[in-house]
């Protein structure tokens, strides 16, 4: 997918990315990625950081979210800044959708 387009959703084909959780990578670039994660309720987003600026916007669902050692309830429309290196994760509180922005693209995702 990298620099097409049009990448459209149906073309995509789901990757499991931990128990409950299926990741989708959708349109990138070398300097931006745009990646959807679909949540099981219970599933989790393991305590992770990584050398990429990251901006999550919740779809649907509810989810608890660390950054940094601070908890919060998040819901559709939220957004959360995560820069580089910053430590996060996450627990599926009702069956959801992230839809996951980074800066630069994650190569360990393609």
């Not at 919740?58 to 979210?65: D, L, M």
């Not at 509180?93 to 992230?98: N, S």
């Amino acid at each position: 997918m990298l620099n097409e387009r049009w990448v459209f959703h149906e073309n995509v084909t789901p990757q499991p990315a931990g128990e409950g959780v299926e990741r989708r990578v959708l349109a990138y670039s070398k300097d931006l990625m745009c990646v959807e994660n679909r949540f099981a309720r219970g599933a989790r987003g393991a305590l992770h950081h990584h050398p990429h600026t990251q901006i999550t916007y919740v779809v649907s669902g509810a989810f608890e979210f660390e950054i940094e050692g601070e908890k919060k309830i998040v819901r559709a429309g939220d957004t959360m800044l995560k820069r580089d290196s910053v430590e996060h994760g996450c627990v599926c509180l009702e069956e959801g959708v992230l839809l996951d922005i980074f800066n630069p693209m994650r190569e360990d995702f393609v």
